[in-house]
């Protein structure tokens, strides 16, 4: 009669009820449910109520044994096997007797008698009858719901319990993943009129129920052990995520003071370089003027040796076969000077110079004079007043800069800082190649101070130095860029001052800047690749300036002329012979460049100027049959080639001869005299 409440899956199990003989047969039946679910709220049968329903079932019980005369429509009362007597009330009417089978007496149904109240849990186990098709009105309340059968009556509350446990376990099982399929639970009743007799199934078939009861619940119990399991690894599994978790937390909280660490150098990084670039764009162009101011300078002072040099070969030409051009009438200028006056003036100037240099280099001949160096000549080396005042000018470009710009060497501090520190946002941002750049103004004002030719090895600059070793510490691989700052500044900044050098103060001829000429283009190619544009217009300036000098040595006579007074023939034959030695030094500079440039190409043009410079005096001494001359001269001229070259000097001395119609006498004895020299 209690209401059934379904309680939520969070609500403790209820306690399982003992299940009891007397107990129905549960059976899948969705009526049964929807029943119970409608007398949810009604109140239970009074007491009146209750003995009046026991007083009409007895009336019913002793007609149904009067009409049918057999087998009575009732369960009989025994006790101990034997009927019991009804009881009579007072007032003369009989009552049925029922057995206490859990105290062993007999109660009556007696209104007078004491009884306790039908909802006390500690009555014993009785028996009641009554119409289950009708249920009873009034009361408390309204509708009362009619007593059921013993059977019935007595199994409600155990199955109400049972019911909602079993409910409990499957929304327990269906909580854990598993499917349920709907168990409806009812007691059968009986509906009809003539058996009132209390439904008890079968034992064969309580038996089948109960064991597959047990099989379901053994199902839902290892369903439950499978899911618990499973609950239990993802536990394990969220313990596992936490852990990491706050592991990854940990790490990311230093990785949060690292990177705030990196992002304060990186802005401090910035803010240095911004403010070097700042400096540099203000600075590089001043540098740059002073490059190119320097450089004009070089070529001034290289044109004015040059000049000079020429001036004295023309005076001692003109000296020795006259003036080339015819006298003409004196022009005078705007001024009323003569043109050419200054000329005149320099003209005696220079030859009281050459007579002072005979003077002090006593007894010497055309040979010695010839292969005196253009150093010797003149004293070279007085810094102009021009380039000391430009050097002043280039201390104070950084005059008014902080002291971290003034060099190079704040700024190379911080980028290692930054590669050592953080090498692979190093990498990232490709400083390596903005590193020259970077540099270039530093390093150019270094060269603008460099005494080249006295100093030519790089070392000897401390920027050099300094920078040989940039980025250069830990494991240092084949393909770190750093390996290429050097060689970047050495292409691009070194190299075209190197061959602004060469061009303008270097003197081919010169013994004292030969040294220094081929270290620097050494220097230059141990850190570049020779195939490299900046090393390619190096090595031809070098043969540029040989082509020139080579080139001016033929504007002068190469042989004395034949129909000479014989004062001006001794002049002649002495400013030839001093020409041709002058030739053999040409040939012995360029020679020795054969292991820096290419040996192919300094042999061409070597035997060119044999042959061009040096074989036609040769020639003339042959003409006059002056063999021994003509063999000690080519001797002395081809000491200075390789030996794999005097064959075809040799070559080109016969076929000058044979062309210029010497005695075949003469010739043959030149040929074998210069084949025994080779």
Not at 231 to 256: V, W
Not at 289 to 311: C, G, I, N, P
Not at 379 to 396: A, F, Y
Not at 554 to 562: A, F, N, T
Request: proline content about 5%; aromatic content about 6%; some cysteine.
């Amino acid at each position: 009669g209690n209401a059934i409440h379904i309680q939520s899956s969070s609500k403790p199990a209820p306690k399982q009820p003992e299940k009891k003989a007397g107990a129905a047969m549960e059976v899948e039946n969705p009526s049964l449910e929807e029943e119970e679910e409608d007398e949810e709220g009604r109140d239970l049968p009074g007491k009146e109520e209750i003995l009046k329903a026991r007083r009409k079932r007895e009336m019913m019980r002793a007609m149904g044994s009067k009409s049918s005369g057999s087998m009575p429509e009732f369960i009989p009362l025994k006790a101990n096997g034997k009927a019991k007597a009804p009881l009579q009330s007072s007032d003369g009417q009989v009552y049925g007797v029922e057995e206490d089978e859990e105290h062993g007496g007999l109660v009556t149904e007696n209104p007078e008698d004491v009884e306790q109240d039908v909802f006390d849990d500690n009555k014993g186990s009785r028996l009641f009858f009554g119409d289950p098709g009708k249920p009873a009105k009034g009361g408390r309340g309204g509708d009362r719901k009619a007593p059921a059968d013993f059977d019935m009556e007595r199994q409600a509350p155990a199955e109400e319990e049972d019911d909602e446990y079993k409910k409990w376990i499957d929304e327990q099982i269906r909580a854990g993943g598993a499917k349920m399929p709907r168990r409806q639970v009812a007691t059968q009743a009986i509906s009809d009129g003539k058996d009132r007799r209390s439904y008890r199934p079968s034992q064969s078939k309580t038996g089948t129920d109960v064991t597959a009861e047990m099989r379901r619940i053994s199902e839902s119990l290892s369903s439950l052990k499978e899911n618990c399991a499973k609950g239990g690894r993802d536990l394990g599994q969220l313990d596992r995520e936490i852990k990491q978790t706050q592991g990854d937390l940990e790490k990311f909280q230093i990785e949060m003071k690292t990177m705030n660490k990196r992002y304060l150098f990186y802005q401090r990084l910035r803010d240095k370089l911004s403010d070097c670039l700042d400096c540099l764009n203000t600075k590089a162009p001043v540098i740059e003027e002073a490059m190119v101011e320097m450089s004009e300078l070089y070529t001034a002072q290289a044109k004015a040796k040059r000049q000079h040099f020429d001036l004295h070969t023309r005076d001692e030409c003109e000296e020795a076969f006259g003036p080339k051009d015819a006298p003409t009438e004196k022009k005078l200028d705007e001024f009323g000077r003569e043109v050419g006056m200054s000329f005149n003036l320099g003209k005696e100037q220079r030859a009281k110079d050459r007579e002072a240099k005979r003077e002090k280099f006593k007894n010497i001949g055309p040979k010695e004079e010839g292969l005196l160096t253009d150093d010797d000549e003149e004293v070279s080396g007085n810094r102009s007043d021009r380039r000391e005042r430009l050097l002043r000018e280039v201390d104070t470009i950084f005059a008014d800069t902080e002291e971290d710009f003034k060099t190079f060497h704040a700024i190379k501090d911080q980028l290692e800082l930054l590669k050592r520190n953080y090498q692979q946002a190093y990498t990232d941002t490709y400083i390596s190649l903005s590193v020259p750049s970077l540099f270039a103004p530093y390093v150019r004002i270094e060269l603008l101070k460099w005494e080249a030719m006295e100093k030519p090895r790089f070392d000897s600059m401390d920027w050099y130095n300094r920078m040989a070793d940039y980025g250069l510490f830990g494991d240092i691989s084949d393909g770190d860029p750093d390996l290429d700052v050097v060689p970047k500044l050495v292409e691009k900044v070194v190299i075209p001052y190197i061959t602004t050098i060469l061009f303008t103060i270097w003197n081919p001829l010169s013994e004292r800047h030969f040294g220094g000429a081929e270290s620097l283009v050494r220097e230059a190619l141990d850190h570049v690749d020779g195939k490299l544009e900046a090393p390619q217009n190096l090595l031809a300036t070098v043969l540029d300036r040989f082509q020139a000098i080579i080139n001016s040595h033929g504007k002068y006579p190469l042989v004395p002329e034949d129909k000479a007074e014989s004062e001006k023939r001794q002049k002649q034959w002495n400013f030839c012979l001093k020409r041709w030695w002058r030739a053999v030094k040409i040939l012995r500079q360029l020679v020795r460049w054969k292991s820096v440039l290419s040996s192919d190409v300094v042999r061409d043009l070597t035997l060119s100027h044999f042959d061009d410079n040096l074989v036609p005096l040769l020639v003339h001494q042959a003409r006059q049959g002056r063999t021994t001359e003509v063999l000690n001269m080519a001797r002395d001229a081809m000491e200075f080639l390789p030996i794999e070259w005097k064959g075809t000097a040799v070559k080109v001395v016969a076929s000058a001869c044979k062309k210029a119609r010497v005695d075949s006498r003469v010739l043959t004895t030149i040929k074998d005299g210069l084949r025994q020299t080779s």
